[in-house]
């Protein structure tokens, strides 16, 4: 079965927004786009698909009800990035960027090479975000974390950030790549510097349930959300 992109629902749950964007992303690839209107992907289906897009209902990403809640926990079968995009979402501007969270600290290979390869079709920026939190030390400092001390972690920090990304950096030269180390938690880095953004994307461990990373992109976000297990 050729490669293609896989939308996956029906308009009343948020496909009318999905089956747009997907047909914009199948066009900026050189895809076929197939459509499959269960409420489950084919995941025989899936497996030659280089992403499935499916909707979501501004009440379903109110409520924290993701689509295909069993799909990461079927160990093996589901490969390729899944696209949420929330019904409502206007189509962006092709000057939005690619924004992409990494921990440096357990970096997700298939996460970072599927943003860098998203920035190159677009010819966009990527925007990449490390979130850290200060070490458990520094609460147990009886007058407040030293500067010369939070400078110095964060230094090793854009450090690791750097190592990560080099690369990668050199497999895509063409795109240009703006590092963000921020000290914030990972939701709130990422939606505050995907703003602006045409898509987000973010790892994901087959196996494990929706961490409250993605379900706060979705519910609160303004724009599509790639999750891609690692």
């Known amino acids: 079965m050729e490669r293609s992109i896989l939308v996956c629902g029906a308009p009343s749950a948020g496909g009318g927004a999905a089956a747009d964007w997907a047909e914009d992303e199948a066009r900026l690839r050189g895809l076929p786009l ?37 799909l990461p926990t079927r160990a093996g079968t589901w490969t390729c990035p899944l696209v949420m995009v929330r019904d409502g979402l206007a189509r962006p501007s092709r000057g939005g960027g690619v924004t992409l969270g990494v921990d440096a600290r357990d970096p997700a290979d298939a996460a970072i090479g599927f943003a860098f390869d998203s920035a190159r079709l677009r010819g966009v920026r990527l925007h990449v975000v490390h979130a850290w939190a200060l070490p458990s030390c520094a609460a147990e400092l009886p007058f407040g974390v030293p500067e010369a001390d939070r400078a110095t972690w964060e230094d090793h920090e854009v450090q690791l950030l750097a190592d990560v990304l080099r690369p990668w950096r050199a497999k895509y030269p063409d795109v240009p790549v703006l590092e963000d180390v921020v000290l914030f938690g990972p939701s709130h880095a990422l939606l505050h510097h995907a703003a602006d953004a045409a898509l987000v994307v973010v790892g994901h461990r087959p196996g494990a349930e929706w961490g409250d990373v993605v379900r706060s992109l979705v519910r609160d976000g303004s724009c599509p959300v790639a999750v891609v297990p690692s």
């Open 34 to 70: 197939r459509v499959d209107h269960g409420g489950q992907p084919d995941l025989n289906g899936a497996r030659t698909a280089v992403m499935a897009v499916t909707g979501l209902s501004p009440e379903d990403a109110v409520a924290g009800r993701m689509p295909g809640a069993a």
